[in-house]
DNA sequence: AATTCTAGATGAATTCAATTCATCCAGCAC
DNA sequence: GTGCTGGATGAATTGAATTCATCTAGAATT
């Protein structure tokens, strides 16, 4: 790389020479005349030219300092506006929060009201994706993750666990007087949600009956009946929702369903969920704000 | 003035990105890793973004780090590129020497030969010029002045002083067994220097025959005759040199003329002249080579 | 002409930013 | 399981940056 002086001595003589006065630039950088009497000579040993002429007053750039003025000015000016637009990505920018597509529209999203009371000046961008984006990446900010266990790449929080219940609306089954048997739920149209592949505890249907079968003597073959799917969790409640048929669902994500009654849990047979986990990089230059949304987060999961 | 981070941290920041490597930056910039760290850990904290991705390895920068890399990379090119045209100009570049005409091709550049094998690696440029360039403006980096006292603006060396003598051809005179008497200077053509007007002390027929009447019962009017009148002193010398008058010549710019006899001393009344300062800056960036310079044409002097 | 003011120069002393040291951590290679 | 590597962190150290005290040389004022 090229030999460069100390910076300290550019920034020192770029604001002498805009000055044309050791003072002036001293009083800008919040030093005295004398650091940059001594900052300024020091450059000049540097590059064997003197930079000003310094009798008469007031002080001249010589032919040298000519050459290197505009240079270093331009230069300093094009640092501090990429410095600014970095810092306006982040200081005063928009906290990113990333979540499932689900999550994020079913919990989240209705909970933003509360967030904006309780931080009315410190805004978010929340990006609902089923990709997992990286943190060390700076991707995001904030990662609020589903999954068994706490996700490696952060500090996590654990905000809740959810649990998957037989839900369905009224408008379907009716005013039920008690839960249906396995039996009776195989007279209505079942909605099943495509979990990916991967995932082999999904609170699929296959997995629902498997345990019904050690509560219960008869149970129909469920998962080989013909049924609504979808690949979108949500697509799912909505259809659940709008009585197209009976579903296995988060009971995180259908809370205000499950409270005014839009759907009914229609089985006690229950399917133990994973958890939800707020995760943040704890060496996050912005980790003061992340705290914030932390426990703001917490405080809504309880 | 834009609010900037200490520039140290922007260096560490260019290496280290450039390297994707705190090791490989901390052998650039002859630091440890750990100043590296330390230094891209304090603008992270001062952009309230990260920088890089640190895992897993090699280090990756992110949005802000690609966004401000290419920025700080391309500042620190120009600047290096500025500061090596400046120290081109200096450092290994050459002594700016102003004189005045008449004394650069008649005592100094005659001399070079002897400057060369000297200080083959230092080479000189030389203005020849009757203006006075500004030492202190970086017009010039040394000044040999012709003056009756050391002049101002800067430390002085006085290398010497000269004489002004009645000098012609023989080939003008013929073979003279004796000086000419003032009468028997008027039987040639005379020539005369048009000095500067504000030079009052001028060797000027005027003040040749002024002194002469002091030692002469008869002196004519040299300075009334007709003669050939010349502006540069180069120009008079070179009429001399080839029989076209008799002049009043300074014998330091004439000294190889009296040496070879293609001018001969046609008077024994001489006029004093005023000596030759070598002047200088002693805080010049480049002061060696200045001395170096100073020491040579003293010795050339004796 | 004498005196005062101003801004830069200089070297010694002081301050504090930059750096090193010692220790730790988390992936990776063997 | 062990050893290696490169980065993280806080305390200690180093040395660049800065201040202090004094000086200088023009310019302004008296």
Redesign the pocket.
């Known amino acids: 790389m090229h030999h460069l002086p ?4 550019l920034r ?1 003589f770029e604001a002498a020479a805009r000055h ?5 630039a ?1 009083a800008e ?14 450059l000049e040993r540097h590059c064997g030219r003197d930079l ?1 002429r ?6 001249k750039l010589t032919a040298a300092g000519e050459l290197l003025f505009p240079v270093v000015r331009d230069g300093l000016a094009t640092f501090a506006k990429a410095l600014d637009k970095v810092r306006a990505s982040a200081v005063g920018g928009r906290l990113r929060i990333t979540a499932t597509n689900a999550f994020a529209a079913r919990w989240l999203v209705p909970r933003l009201p509360k967030w904006r009371d309780a931080h009315p000046r410190l805004k978010l961008d929340i990006f609902g994706t089923d990709a997992i984006l990286d943190l060390a990446a700076d991707e995001a900010d904030i990662a609020i993750r589903y999954a068994r266990k706490p996700p ?2 952060g500090r996590c929080i654990e905000l809740m666990r959810d649990t998957f219940r037989v839900v369905a609306s009224p408008k379907l089954v009716g005013d039920l007087r008690k839960t249906l048997s396995p039996a009776e739920l195989a007279n209505f149209p079942l909605i099943e949600i495509e979990w990916p592949s991967r995932n082999r505890d999904a609170p699929t249907w296959q997995r629902w009956q498997t345990k019904a079968k050690l509560r219960f003597k008869r149970v129909p073959d469920l998962a080989g009946l013909p049924h609504l799917a979808f690949r979108e969790e949500l697509h799912a409640i909505e259809a659940a929702i709008s009585a197209q048929g009976i579903a296995i669902c988060s009971d995180v994500l259908i809370g205000p369903e499950l409270a005014s009654g839009a759907l009914v849990q229609v089985s006690n047979l229950t399917l133990r969920g994973y958890s939800f986990f707020l995760v943040y990089l ?2 996050h230059p912005r980790v003061t704000p992340i705290m914030s949304f932390s426990e703001w987060a917490r405080s809504m999961a309880r």
Do not use: M, N, W
């Not at 044309?20 to 002036?24: T, V």
């Open positions: 100390p910076l300290t001595e020192a044309l006065s050791f003072k002036g001293a950088l919040f030093v005295t005349p004398t650091a940059i009497s001594h900052q300024i000579k020091l000003f310094r009798r008469p007053r007031p002080l490696a790449g704890p060496t």
